[in-house]
Protein backbone atom coordinates (compact mmCIF):
# COMPACT_ATOMS: atom_id res chain seq x y z
CA UNK A 1 0.00 0.00 0.00
CA UNK A 2 2.61 2.25 -1.03
CA UNK A 3 2.43 5.76 -2.85
CA UNK A 4 5.38 7.02 -5.30
CA UNK A 5 5.89 10.47 -4.91
CA UNK A 6 7.90 10.30 -8.07
CA UNK A 7 4.19 9.86 -9.24
CA UNK A 8 3.53 13.61 -8.17
CA UNK A 9 2.69 15.55 -11.82
CA UNK A 10 4.48 19.05 -11.37
CA UNK A 11 1.08 20.93 -11.00
CA UNK A 12 0.15 19.00 -7.68
CA UNK A 13 4.04 19.37 -6.12
CA UNK A 14 4.20 21.70 -3.10
CA UNK A 15 6.39 24.35 -5.03
CA UNK A 16 5.38 27.77 -2.22
CA UNK A 17 4.29 27.01 1.07
CA UNK A 18 1.12 28.68 2.35
CA UNK A 19 1.35 31.23 5.12
CA UNK A 20 -2.14 32.63 5.86
CA UNK A 21 -0.58 35.81 7.73
CA UNK A 22 -4.28 37.77 8.23
CA UNK A 23 -7.24 37.51 9.31
CA UNK A 24 -11.03 39.12 8.00
CA UNK A 25 -12.44 41.46 10.36
CA UNK A 26 -14.48 44.64 9.75
CA UNK A 27 -14.04 44.15 6.25
CA UNK A 28 -9.68 44.49 6.82
CA UNK A 29 -7.23 41.32 6.33
CA UNK A 30 -5.69 42.42 9.48
CA UNK A 31 -1.88 41.44 10.08
CA UNK A 32 -1.31 38.49 12.60
CA UNK A 33 1.62 39.32 14.86
CA UNK A 34 1.28 36.36 17.12
CA UNK A 35 1.60 32.64 16.95
CA UNK A 36 1.62 30.14 13.75
CA UNK A 37 -0.01 26.75 13.42
CA UNK A 38 1.68 24.42 10.99
CA UNK A 39 -0.63 22.85 8.40
CA UNK A 40 0.29 19.56 7.49
CA UNK A 41 -0.32 17.18 4.96
CA UNK A 42 -0.37 12.97 5.90
CA UNK A 43 0.54 12.82 2.29
CA UNK A 44 4.19 12.49 2.11
CA UNK A 45 5.90 14.16 -0.55
CA UNK A 46 9.42 12.18 0.09
CA UNK A 47 10.36 8.29 -0.41
CA UNK A 48 10.95 7.73 3.26
CA UNK A 49 7.45 8.40 4.54
CA UNK A 50 7.15 11.78 5.65
CA UNK A 51 4.34 14.00 6.37
CA UNK A 52 4.36 17.14 4.12
CA UNK A 53 4.27 20.76 5.51
CA UNK A 54 2.03 22.90 3.78
CA UNK A 55 1.97 26.09 5.45
CA UNK A 56 0.76 27.90 8.56
CA UNK A 57 -1.97 29.69 10.24
CA UNK A 58 -3.42 32.50 12.26
CA UNK A 59 -3.18 30.98 16.40
CA UNK A 60 -5.68 33.94 16.87
CA UNK A 61 -6.76 34.37 20.67
CA UNK A 62 -10.31 34.89 22.84
CA UNK A 63 -9.06 39.11 21.37
CA UNK A 64 -9.32 38.51 17.93
CA UNK A 65 -12.28 36.37 18.48
CA UNK A 66 -14.25 38.83 20.00
CA UNK A 67 -12.64 41.71 17.76
CA UNK A 68 -14.83 39.18 14.54
CA UNK A 69 -17.74 39.20 16.72
CA UNK A 70 -18.18 42.66 17.52
CA UNK A 71 -17.61 43.17 13.64
CA UNK A 72 -20.31 41.15 12.75
CA UNK A 73 -22.32 42.55 15.70
CA UNK A 74 -21.85 46.01 14.35
CA UNK A 75 -22.43 45.10 11.09
CA UNK A 76 -26.15 43.95 11.87
CA UNK A 77 -26.60 46.68 14.23
CA UNK A 78 -29.44 44.85 15.82
CA UNK A 79 -30.83 45.02 12.57
CA UNK A 80 -30.71 48.38 11.56
CA UNK A 81 -27.04 47.78 9.61
CA UNK A 82 -26.48 48.92 5.91
CA UNK A 83 -26.49 44.73 5.27
CA UNK A 84 -29.67 43.23 7.08
CA UNK A 85 -31.98 46.30 5.56
CA UNK A 86 -30.44 46.49 2.00
CA UNK A 87 -32.17 45.44 -0.93
CA UNK A 88 -32.43 42.17 -2.25
CA UNK A 89 -31.29 43.11 -5.10
CA UNK A 90 -27.99 44.36 -4.14
CA UNK A 91 -27.67 41.70 -1.57
CA UNK A 92 -27.08 39.41 -4.63
CA UNK A 93 -24.81 41.52 -6.64
CA UNK A 94 -22.31 41.29 -3.86
CA UNK A 95 -23.01 37.07 -3.72
CA UNK A 96 -22.47 37.33 -7.92
CA UNK A 97 -19.48 39.33 -7.37
CA UNK A 98 -17.92 36.48 -5.38
CA UNK A 99 -18.96 33.57 -7.25
CA UNK A 100 -17.58 35.43 -10.18
CA UNK A 101 -13.86 35.90 -7.75
CA UNK A 102 -14.32 32.19 -6.33
CA UNK A 103 -14.23 30.60 -9.93
CA UNK A 104 -10.78 31.97 -10.71
CA UNK A 105 -9.44 30.18 -7.82
CA UNK A 106 -10.49 26.89 -8.88
CA UNK A 107 -7.06 25.11 -9.68
CA UNK A 108 -5.55 26.65 -6.14
CA UNK A 109 -8.63 25.73 -3.86
CA UNK A 110 -8.61 22.02 -5.85
CA UNK A 111 -4.76 21.36 -5.28
CA UNK A 112 -5.37 22.26 -1.39
CA UNK A 113 -8.56 20.22 -0.85
CA UNK A 114 -6.25 17.17 -2.61
CA UNK A 115 -3.45 17.75 0.27
CA UNK A 116 -5.13 18.97 3.06
CA UNK A 117 -7.76 16.45 3.56
CA UNK A 118 -6.63 13.77 0.80
CA UNK A 119 -9.50 13.53 -1.44
CA UNK A 120 -9.11 12.47 -4.57
CA UNK A 121 -8.65 15.17 -7.91
CA UNK A 122 -12.57 14.53 -8.94
CA UNK A 123 -14.26 14.62 -6.01
CA UNK A 124 -12.13 17.78 -4.72
CA UNK A 125 -12.89 19.21 -8.65
CA UNK A 126 -16.69 18.10 -8.13
CA UNK A 127 -16.56 19.87 -4.47
CA UNK A 128 -15.71 23.06 -5.92
CA UNK A 129 -18.05 22.64 -8.50
CA UNK A 130 -21.14 22.10 -6.55
CA UNK A 131 -20.14 24.69 -4.34
CA UNK A 132 -20.09 27.31 -7.32
CA UNK A 133 -23.41 25.93 -8.20
CA UNK A 134 -24.61 26.29 -4.90
CA UNK A 135 -24.14 29.93 -4.73
CA UNK A 136 -25.78 30.55 -8.35
CA UNK A 137 -28.80 27.87 -7.06
CA UNK A 138 -28.95 29.98 -3.92
CA UNK A 139 -29.02 32.96 -6.13
CA UNK A 140 -31.80 31.84 -8.06
CA UNK A 141 -34.24 30.72 -5.66
CA UNK A 142 -33.68 33.46 -3.03
CA UNK A 143 -35.25 35.46 -6.35
CA UNK A 144 -37.75 33.07 -6.37
CA UNK A 145 -38.40 33.60 -2.44
CA UNK A 146 -38.48 37.66 -3.07
CA UNK A 147 -41.32 37.04 -6.35
CA UNK A 148 -43.38 34.97 -4.23
CA UNK A 149 -43.33 37.96 -1.33
CA UNK A 150 -43.62 40.74 -4.21
CA UNK A 151 -47.54 41.36 -2.87
CA UNK A 152 -49.85 42.23 -0.42
CA UNK A 153 -52.57 39.91 1.26
CA UNK A 154 -55.79 40.91 2.65
CA UNK A 155 -57.47 38.84 5.54
CA UNK A 156 -59.82 39.85 7.93
CA UNK A 157 -59.65 43.53 6.85
CA UNK A 158 -55.85 43.95 7.14
CA UNK A 159 -53.53 44.23 4.61
CA UNK A 160 -50.38 42.73 5.15
CA UNK A 161 -46.89 42.71 3.06
CA UNK A 162 -44.69 39.16 4.15
CA UNK A 163 -41.39 39.10 3.75
CA UNK A 164 -38.41 36.46 5.18
CA UNK A 165 -35.50 38.51 7.23
CA UNK A 166 -32.83 38.23 9.07
CA UNK A 167 -32.10 36.40 12.43
CA UNK A 168 -28.28 38.27 13.59
CA UNK A 169 -25.10 37.19 13.88
CA UNK A 170 -24.25 33.76 12.98
CA UNK A 171 -21.21 31.75 13.86
CA UNK A 172 -20.38 29.73 11.65
CA UNK A 173 -18.33 26.22 11.91
CA UNK A 174 -17.57 23.95 9.17
CA UNK A 175 -16.17 20.18 8.80
CA UNK A 176 -12.78 18.94 7.45
CA UNK A 177 -14.22 16.58 4.97
CA UNK A 178 -16.42 18.92 3.11
CA UNK A 179 -14.22 21.88 4.19
CA UNK A 180 -15.40 24.00 1.18
CA UNK A 181 -18.87 22.85 0.09
CA UNK A 182 -20.46 22.26 3.48
CA UNK A 183 -19.21 25.57 5.40
CA UNK A 184 -20.66 27.45 2.26
CA UNK A 185 -23.78 26.03 2.51
CA UNK A 186 -24.07 27.58 5.75
CA UNK A 187 -22.31 30.41 4.82
CA UNK A 188 -24.22 31.88 1.47
CA UNK A 189 -27.84 30.99 2.72
CA UNK A 190 -26.61 32.87 5.99
CA UNK A 191 -25.18 35.78 3.96
CA UNK A 192 -27.97 36.55 1.11
CA UNK A 193 -30.51 36.56 4.14
CA UNK A 194 -28.99 39.82 5.57
CA UNK A 195 -27.46 38.45 8.71
CA UNK A 196 -23.63 38.97 9.33
CA UNK A 197 -21.02 36.47 9.76
CA UNK A 198 -18.12 35.20 12.34
CA UNK A 199 -16.45 32.14 10.21
CA UNK A 200 -14.00 29.99 11.76
CA UNK A 201 -12.48 26.53 9.61
CA UNK A 202 -12.33 23.46 10.72
CA UNK A 203 -9.11 22.16 11.72
CA UNK A 204 -8.24 20.22 8.34
CA UNK A 205 -9.07 22.01 4.64
CA UNK A 206 -8.02 25.30 6.29
CA UNK A 207 -5.48 26.35 3.56
CA UNK A 208 -7.82 26.24 1.11
CA UNK A 209 -9.20 29.44 2.07
CA UNK A 210 -6.85 31.32 1.66
CA UNK A 211 -7.02 32.00 -2.03
CA UNK A 212 -10.59 32.98 -0.95
CA UNK A 213 -9.62 35.74 1.14
CA UNK A 214 -9.63 39.12 -1.38
CA UNK A 215 -12.71 37.90 -2.32
CA UNK A 216 -14.63 37.63 0.63
CA UNK A 217 -13.09 41.12 1.55
CA UNK A 218 -13.55 42.61 -2.02
CA UNK A 219 -17.26 41.39 -2.36
CA UNK A 220 -19.19 42.26 0.90
CA UNK A 221 -19.38 45.35 3.41
CA UNK A 222 -17.19 45.59 6.17
CA UNK A 223 -18.26 43.56 8.92
CA UNK A 224 -20.30 41.21 7.16
CA UNK A 225 -18.29 38.48 6.93
CA UNK A 226 -15.36 37.92 9.32
CA UNK A 227 -12.73 34.81 9.19
CA UNK A 228 -11.08 33.59 11.78
CA UNK A 229 -8.37 30.85 13.03
CA UNK A 230 -7.60 28.85 15.93
CA UNK A 231 -8.89 26.60 18.59
CA UNK A 232 -12.50 26.14 18.80
CA UNK A 233 -12.22 26.12 22.57
CA UNK A 234 -10.36 29.32 22.50
CA UNK A 235 -12.22 31.36 19.89
CA UNK A 236 -16.12 29.69 19.87
CA UNK A 237 -16.19 29.52 24.02
CA UNK A 238 -16.01 33.44 24.77
CA UNK A 239 -17.71 34.12 21.68
CA UNK A 240 -20.57 32.76 22.75
CA UNK A 241 -20.24 33.65 26.44
CA UNK A 242 -20.88 37.28 25.04
CA UNK A 243 -24.62 36.22 24.11
CA UNK A 244 -24.12 38.30 21.03
CA UNK A 245 -24.84 35.21 18.66
CA UNK A 246 -28.36 34.36 17.18
CA UNK A 247 -27.35 31.46 15.47
CA UNK A 248 -24.88 28.96 15.71
CA UNK A 249 -24.70 26.95 12.35
CA UNK A 250 -22.49 24.10 12.99
CA UNK A 251 -21.74 20.80 10.67
CA UNK A 252 -20.02 18.35 12.77
CA UNK A 253 -20.35 16.36 15.82
CA UNK A 254 -23.52 16.50 18.65
CA UNK A 255 -21.14 16.44 21.24
CA UNK A 256 -19.02 19.57 20.18
CA UNK A 257 -22.48 21.43 18.88
CA UNK A 258 -23.49 20.79 22.66
CA UNK A 259 -20.75 22.48 24.71
CA UNK A 260 -20.78 25.24 22.50
CA UNK A 261 -24.21 25.72 22.49
CA UNK A 262 -24.15 25.44 26.29
CA UNK A 263 -22.27 28.59 26.77
CA UNK A 264 -24.92 30.96 25.27
CA UNK A 265 -26.56 32.83 28.02
CA UNK A 266 -30.05 33.38 26.35
CA UNK A 267 -30.53 29.94 25.54
CA UNK A 268 -34.13 31.05 24.05
CA UNK A 269 -32.59 33.29 21.83
CA UNK A 270 -29.86 31.04 20.12
CA UNK A 271 -31.16 29.10 17.15
CA UNK A 272 -29.16 26.29 16.35
CA UNK A 273 -28.54 24.91 12.33
CA UNK A 274 -26.57 21.57 12.82
CA UNK A 275 -25.63 18.65 10.56
CA UNK A 276 -24.30 16.33 12.81
CA UNK A 277 -23.30 12.42 12.79
CA UNK A 278 -24.94 9.44 11.66
CA UNK A 279 -24.93 5.98 11.03
CA UNK A 280 -26.93 5.19 7.76
CA UNK A 281 -27.28 1.67 7.62
CA UNK A 282 -28.18 -0.30 4.48
CA UNK A 283 -30.69 -3.26 4.54
CA UNK A 284 -30.08 -5.95 1.74
CA UNK A 285 -33.51 -8.14 1.26
CA UNK A 286 -33.39 -12.18 -0.02
CA UNK A 287 -34.63 -10.51 -3.48
CA UNK A 288 -32.12 -7.41 -4.36
CA UNK A 289 -30.20 -7.28 -7.43
CA UNK A 290 -26.82 -8.12 -5.90
CA UNK A 291 -24.63 -6.12 -8.30
CA UNK A 292 -26.27 -3.59 -8.05
CA UNK A 293 -26.92 -3.14 -4.19
CA UNK A 294 -22.93 -4.35 -3.99
CA UNK A 295 -22.27 -1.27 -6.49
CA UNK A 296 -23.98 1.33 -4.38
CA UNK A 297 -22.77 -0.41 -1.15
CA UNK A 298 -18.88 -0.13 -2.56
CA UNK A 299 -19.78 3.55 -3.02
CA UNK A 300 -22.04 4.37 -0.01
CA UNK A 301 -19.09 2.98 2.23
CA UNK A 302 -15.82 3.84 0.51
CA UNK A 303 -16.54 7.20 -1.38
CA UNK A 304 -13.64 9.21 0.54
CA UNK A 305 -12.99 6.78 2.43
CA UNK A 306 -16.11 6.63 4.52
CA UNK A 307 -15.60 10.23 5.84
CA UNK A 308 -19.01 11.72 5.19
CA UNK A 309 -21.74 12.11 7.36
CA UNK A 310 -24.05 10.64 4.87
CA UNK A 311 -21.69 7.02 3.95
CA UNK A 312 -23.06 3.83 4.81
CA UNK A 313 -21.84 2.90 8.32
CA UNK A 314 -23.34 -0.72 8.84
CA UNK A 315 -24.86 -3.31 6.55
CA UNK A 316 -27.99 -5.43 7.42
CA UNK A 317 -27.83 -8.34 4.83
CA UNK A 318 -30.58 -11.14 4.91
CA UNK A 319 -29.01 -14.08 6.13
CA UNK A 320 -30.38 -16.42 2.98
CA UNK A 321 -28.05 -14.35 0.78
CA UNK A 322 -25.23 -13.13 3.31
CA UNK A 323 -22.51 -15.61 2.35
CA UNK A 324 -23.00 -14.21 -1.32
CA UNK A 325 -23.11 -10.61 -0.92
CA UNK A 326 -20.11 -11.01 1.42
CA UNK A 327 -17.85 -12.58 -0.75
CA UNK A 328 -18.75 -10.90 -3.46
CA UNK A 329 -18.36 -7.27 -1.57
CA UNK A 330 -15.24 -8.98 0.17
CA UNK A 331 -13.50 -9.27 -3.75
CA UNK A 332 -14.63 -5.34 -4.87
CA UNK A 333 -13.43 -3.90 -2.14
CA UNK A 334 -9.91 -5.60 -2.29
CA UNK A 335 -9.88 -4.35 -5.97
CA UNK A 336 -10.50 -0.64 -5.06
CA UNK A 337 -6.93 1.27 -5.95
CA UNK A 338 -5.40 3.06 -2.87
CA UNK A 339 -2.93 6.44 -3.72
CA UNK A 340 -2.50 10.14 -3.65
CA UNK A 341 -5.73 12.13 -4.43
CA UNK A 342 -4.30 12.83 -8.34
CA UNK A 343 -3.28 9.39 -9.49
CA UNK A 344 -5.54 7.66 -11.88
CA UNK A 345 -8.82 5.56 -11.14
CA UNK A 346 -7.80 5.75 -7.25
CA UNK A 347 -10.85 5.46 -4.91
CA UNK A 348 -9.04 5.00 -1.56
CA UNK A 349 -6.56 7.96 -0.20
CA UNK A 350 -4.72 9.11 2.43
CA UNK A 351 -6.74 10.11 5.43
CA UNK A 352 -6.21 13.45 7.19
CA UNK A 353 -6.59 12.67 10.42
CA UNK A 354 -2.76 10.88 11.61
CA UNK A 355 -4.58 9.28 14.56
CA UNK A 356 -7.63 7.74 12.78
CA UNK A 357 -6.03 4.48 11.31
CA UNK A 358 -5.18 4.01 15.08
CA UNK A 359 -8.96 4.38 15.78
CA UNK A 360 -10.20 2.14 12.95
CA UNK A 361 -7.80 -0.74 14.47
CA UNK A 362 -9.32 0.08 18.03
CA UNK A 363 -12.63 -0.43 16.20
CA UNK A 364 -11.45 -4.05 14.43
CA UNK A 365 -9.36 -5.33 17.80
CA UNK A 366 -12.69 -4.53 19.79
CA UNK A 367 -14.98 -6.75 17.18
CA UNK A 368 -12.57 -9.25 16.89
CA UNK A 369 -12.48 -9.83 20.57
CA UNK A 370 -16.14 -10.05 21.03
CA UNK A 371 -16.62 -12.58 17.68
CA UNK A 372 -15.92 -10.69 14.36
CA UNK A 373 -13.54 -11.61 11.68
CA UNK A 374 -12.19 -9.17 8.67
CA UNK A 375 -13.35 -11.09 5.93
CA UNK A 376 -11.04 -9.31 3.31
CA UNK A 377 -7.78 -10.43 2.48
CA UNK A 378 -6.25 -6.45 2.24
CA UNK A 379 -8.80 -5.04 5.68
CA UNK A 380 -6.35 -3.99 7.85
CA UNK A 381 -3.32 -3.19 6.28
CA UNK A 382 -2.18 -0.26 7.64
CA UNK A 383 0.49 2.52 5.88
CA UNK A 384 1.42 5.42 7.81
CA UNK A 385 -1.44 7.82 6.82
CA UNK A 386 -4.05 4.59 5.79
CA UNK A 387 -5.50 1.36 6.82
CA UNK A 388 -7.46 -0.55 4.35
CA UNK A 389 -10.99 -1.40 4.42
CA UNK A 390 -12.35 -4.18 6.67
CA UNK A 391 -15.25 -6.18 6.43
CA UNK A 392 -16.28 -7.18 9.53
CA UNK A 393 -18.10 -10.22 10.08
CA UNK A 394 -20.30 -11.15 11.70
CA UNK A 395 -21.28 -8.00 13.91
CA UNK A 396 -23.51 -7.69 17.11
CA UNK A 397 -24.63 -5.08 19.18
CA UNK A 398 -22.21 -5.58 21.98
CA UNK A 399 -19.13 -4.29 19.87
CA UNK A 400 -18.46 -0.84 19.22
CA UNK A 401 -18.31 -0.74 15.46
CA UNK A 402 -22.52 -1.47 15.60
CA UNK A 403 -22.79 1.78 17.39
CA UNK A 404 -19.94 4.13 16.93
CA UNK A 405 -19.77 6.32 13.66
CA UNK A 406 -16.47 5.62 12.31
CA UNK A 407 -16.22 8.34 9.73
CA UNK A 408 -13.69 6.27 8.24
CA UNK A 409 -12.90 2.68 6.32
CA UNK A 410 -14.14 -0.04 8.04
CA UNK A 411 -17.51 -1.85 7.57
CA UNK A 412 -19.59 -4.10 10.01
CA UNK A 413 -21.99 -6.59 8.55
CA UNK A 414 -24.71 -7.88 10.45
CA UNK A 415 -26.85 -10.07 8.93
CA UNK A 416 -30.72 -11.08 9.61
CA UNK A 417 -33.86 -13.52 9.77
CA UNK A 418 -36.33 -11.12 10.26
CA UNK A 419 -36.83 -7.64 9.38
CA UNK A 420 -38.28 -6.21 12.70
CA UNK A 421 -34.60 -6.39 13.55
CA UNK A 422 -33.01 -4.07 11.51
CA UNK A 423 -36.15 -1.75 11.94
CA UNK A 424 -35.77 -1.66 16.29
CA UNK A 425 -31.88 -1.25 16.15
CA UNK A 426 -32.74 2.03 14.16
CA UNK A 427 -35.50 2.86 16.43
CA UNK A 428 -33.43 1.92 19.17
CA UNK A 429 -30.24 4.19 17.53
CA UNK A 430 -29.21 7.47 18.38
CA UNK A 431 -29.15 8.25 14.76
CA UNK A 432 -32.06 9.52 12.33
CA UNK A 433 -30.67 10.34 9.13
CA UNK A 434 -30.74 8.29 6.46
CA UNK A 435 -30.88 4.43 4.71
CA UNK A 436 -30.62 2.46 1.56
CA UNK A 437 -32.98 -0.34 1.19
CA UNK A 438 -32.17 -2.77 -1.39
CA UNK A 439 -35.08 -4.98 -3.00
CA UNK A 440 -37.89 -5.57 -5.64
CA UNK A 441 -40.71 -7.10 -3.97
CA UNK A 442 -43.32 -4.01 -3.76
CA UNK A 443 -45.14 -6.41 -0.78
CA UNK A 444 -41.95 -6.28 1.23
CA UNK A 445 -40.91 -2.79 0.44
CA UNK A 446 -44.02 -0.90 1.16
CA UNK A 447 -45.00 -1.72 4.45
CA UNK A 448 -41.04 -1.38 5.22
CA UNK A 449 -40.62 2.27 3.45
CA UNK A 450 -43.50 3.68 5.73
CA UNK A 451 -42.07 2.97 8.62
CA UNK A 452 -38.67 3.62 7.65
CA UNK A 453 -39.64 7.80 6.44
CA UNK A 454 -40.58 7.73 10.45
CA UNK A 455 -37.03 6.33 11.44
CA UNK A 456 -34.76 8.71 9.18
CA UNK A 457 -35.26 11.49 6.66
CA UNK A 458 -34.41 10.13 3.46
CA UNK A 459 -35.32 6.29 2.20
CA UNK A 460 -32.68 5.68 -0.90
CA UNK A 461 -34.38 2.79 -2.37
CA UNK A 462 -31.67 0.88 -4.64
CA UNK A 463 -29.19 3.89 -3.95
CA UNK A 464 -26.80 4.83 -1.64
CA UNK A 465 -27.21 7.38 0.85
CA UNK A 466 -26.12 10.84 -0.18
CA UNK A 467 -26.95 14.47 0.84
CA UNK A 468 -27.37 15.62 -2.93
CA UNK A 469 -28.89 16.86 -5.21
CA UNK A 470 -28.51 19.66 -3.36
CA UNK A 471 -31.99 21.12 -3.81
CA UNK A 472 -32.96 18.01 -1.66
CA UNK A 473 -33.87 18.13 2.18
CA UNK A 474 -30.65 17.37 3.90
CA UNK A 475 -31.67 16.43 7.69
CA UNK A 476 -31.53 14.24 10.40
CA UNK A 477 -33.72 12.89 13.60
CA UNK A 478 -32.32 12.27 16.98
CA UNK A 479 -28.54 13.52 17.55
CA UNK A 480 -28.51 13.83 13.10
CA UNK A 481 -29.38 17.22 12.61
CA UNK A 482 -31.30 20.36 13.93
CA UNK A 483 -32.89 22.15 10.91
CA UNK A 484 -32.84 21.41 7.36
CA UNK A 485 -30.67 22.34 4.97
CA UNK A 486 -31.50 22.28 1.08
CA UNK A 487 -31.36 25.22 -1.41
CA UNK A 488 -34.62 26.45 -0.66
CA UNK A 489 -34.99 25.26 2.88
CA UNK A 490 -31.58 27.29 4.49
CA UNK A 491 -33.00 30.37 3.61
CA UNK A 492 -35.63 29.62 5.73
CA UNK A 493 -33.35 28.19 8.23
CA UNK A 494 -31.29 31.36 8.36
CA UNK A 495 -34.67 33.58 8.54
CA UNK A 496 -37.60 34.44 9.93
CA UNK A 497 -41.39 35.39 8.27
CA UNK A 498 -41.16 38.93 9.26
CA UNK A 499 -44.11 41.21 7.62
CA UNK A 500 -46.22 45.13 7.40
CA UNK A 501 -49.58 44.93 7.94
CA UNK A 502 -52.29 47.78 8.08
CA UNK A 503 -55.68 48.11 8.79
CA UNK A 504 -57.68 48.24 5.10
CA UNK A 505 -58.53 52.23 5.56
CA UNK A 506 -58.28 54.99 3.21
CA UNK A 507 -55.68 56.81 5.25
CA UNK A 508 -53.62 53.22 5.63
CA UNK A 509 -54.09 52.53 2.00
CA UNK A 510 -53.43 55.90 0.46
CA UNK A 511 -49.70 55.69 2.73
CA UNK A 512 -49.12 52.20 1.38
CA UNK A 513 -49.48 53.38 -2.13
CA UNK A 514 -47.10 56.34 -1.88
CA UNK A 515 -44.37 54.02 -0.63
CA UNK A 516 -45.06 51.47 -3.18
CA UNK A 517 -44.99 54.46 -5.78
CA UNK A 518 -41.91 56.58 -4.49
CA UNK A 519 -40.12 53.04 -4.08
CA UNK A 520 -38.72 54.68 -0.76
CA UNK A 521 -38.79 51.42 1.38
CA UNK A 522 -36.63 48.09 0.71
CA UNK A 523 -39.24 45.70 2.54
CA UNK A 524 -42.31 47.33 0.98
CA UNK A 525 -41.82 46.94 -2.80
CA UNK A 526 -43.63 44.55 -5.27
CA UNK A 527 -40.76 45.05 -7.96
CA UNK A 528 -40.36 41.49 -9.52
CA UNK A 529 -36.48 40.50 -9.21
CA UNK A 530 -35.89 39.22 -12.74
O1 LIG B 1 -20.59 14.69 5.28
C1 LIG B 1 -21.76 14.81 4.86
C2 LIG B 1 -22.02 15.38 3.51
O2 LIG B 1 -23.09 16.26 3.53
C3 LIG B 1 -22.27 14.33 2.54
O3 LIG B 1 -22.58 14.84 1.32
O4 LIG B 1 -23.58 12.77 0.39
O5 LIG B 1 -22.95 14.63 -1.07
O6 LIG B 1 -21.19 13.26 0.04
P1 LIG B 1 -22.56 13.81 0.10
Known amino acids: MKTSIKEIPNKYKISELVHQ ?7 ELKAWKGDFTEVKSTISSTEVYKPTLLGTVPNLTEKEGLEALNAAHKAYNKGQGMWPTMRVADRIECMEE ?16 MWEIGKALPDSEKEFDRTIDYIYDTIEEYKQVDRDAAKFEKHGGVHAHIRRGPLGVVLCLGPYNYPLNETFALLIPALIMGNTTVFKPAKHGVLLLSP ?3 AFQNSFPEGVVNIIYGRGRVLATPIMKTGLVDVLALIGNSKSANAIQANHPYKNRLRLVFGLEAKNPAIILPDADLDLAINECISGATSFNGQRCTA ?16 RFAERLDALKFGNPWEENVVLTPLPEPDKPAYIQELIDDAIDKGAKIINKKGGQTSENYIFPSLLYPVTKEMRVFKEEQFGPVTPIV ?4 IQQPLDDMAASNYGQQVSVFGSNVKTLAPLIDTLVNLVCRVNLNSAAQRGPDVYPFTGRKDSAVATLS ?5 RTFSIRTFVAAKDTPYNNAILEE ?3 KKASNFINTDYLL
Request: proline share 0%.
Open 21 to 27: KTYLVNG
Open 98 to 113: FAEQMKTKRDEVVKLL
Open 212 to 214: LME
Open 312 to 327: LKIMYVHEDIVDEFNK
Open 415 to 418: SFKN
Open 487 to 491: VHDAL
Open 515 to 517: LLD
